[in-house]
Nanobody, 124 residues
Framework: QVQLVESGGGSVQAGGSLRLSCAVS?????????AGWFRQAPGKEREGVAV???????RYADSVKGRFTISQDNAKNTLYLQMNSLKPEDTAMYYC?????????????????WGQGTQVTVSS
């Protein structure tokens, strides 16, 4: 059974940084093509932020390009999201997702496994 547990969220002022981590149990990294981070703000749909596939290729939402970096440590079964130059519009619940057979997709329904989410709040 695959379980994902996020950590690292919190409150920060605009321009600050946070690093999210997602510990993955099970075989999600080796079995599927892609894993990634999604976010959902109140009243809005869940959106893809950054995804990474099994060969290390990455894809980012336009709104975070140049500010966020996704990476994974296969030895530790951990997915990371380094977030720099944070803006108030980055405020949302951030979710780790894994288990997509479609590489580099930002379509949420393609991911089989989800974490419980970690809140990120950026104040101006």
């Amino acid at each position: 059974q695959v379980q994902l547990v996020e950590s690292g969220g919190g409150s920060v002022q605009a321009g600050g940084s946070l690093r999210l981590s997602c510990a993955v149990s099970g075989d999600a990294f080796s079995t599927y093509c892609a894993a990634g981070w999604f976010r959902q703000a109140p009243g809005k749909e869940r959106e893809g932020v950054a995804v990474i596939d099994s060969d290390g290729s990455t894809r980012y939402a336009d709104s975070v390009k140049g500010r966020f970096t996704i990476s994974q440590d296969n030895a530790k079964n951990t997915l990371y999201l380094q977030m720099n130059s944070l803006k108030p519009e980055d405020t949302a619940m951030y979710y780790c997702a894994a288990g997509s057979s479609l590489c580099l997709t930002m379509i949420a329904r393609r991911y089989r496994h989800w974490g419980q989410g970690t809140q990120v709040t950026v104040s101006s």
